[in-house]
């Protein structure tokens, strides 16, 4: 398949799901960019600065190659949601690897944040 084809194949034919499957599922949480840009067409606003967008893609790296999704714009909240509860979730074990490193040190006080954050996320919608 042609890079183009691909392209068209990644942004029309995929289902909309794909993106926040995307979100969830890979390993390394992915970045979610917003941005504009021109069509290349010669006559088109865009060519005197009024750009289309904003579009929206997941960004993350595959070993060398830089990969990205288009995310539609009625799945970004969705997937917003979903790169920060990962994130949350992410920095929770981060916390508790930490509080197992330094068990014998401050103990109380990390278990406090840790409880403190826990409640927080429990709280949130
Ligand atoms: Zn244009």
Redesign the pocket.
């Known amino acids: 398949m042609s890079p183009h084809g691909e392209k068209r194949f990644l942004t029309a034919a995929e289902p909309a799901r794909a993106a926040t499957e995307i979100a969830k599922s890979l390993y390394k949480i992915p970045a979610l960019l917003s941005f504009w840009t021109?069509?290349?067409?010669p006559r088109?606003?865009?060519?005197e600065g009024h750009l289309?967008g904003p579009y929206h893609a997941l960004h993350w790296r595959d070993g060398a190659i830089q990969r990205r999704r288009y995310v539609r714009a009625s799945d970004v909240p969705a997937v917003r949601a979903m790169l920060e509860k990962r994130r949350t979730e992410r920095n929770l074990q981060r916390l508790a690897f930490a509080l197992s490193l330094h068990s014998c040190r401050g103990l109380d006080r990390l278990v406090a944040e840790v409880e403190a954050r826990l409640r927080a996320e429990g709280e949130d919608p």
Do not use: L, M, S, V
């Not at 088109?44 to 060519?47: E, G, H, P, Q, Y």
């Open positions: 021109r069509c290349g067409k088109c606003r865009c060519r289309h």
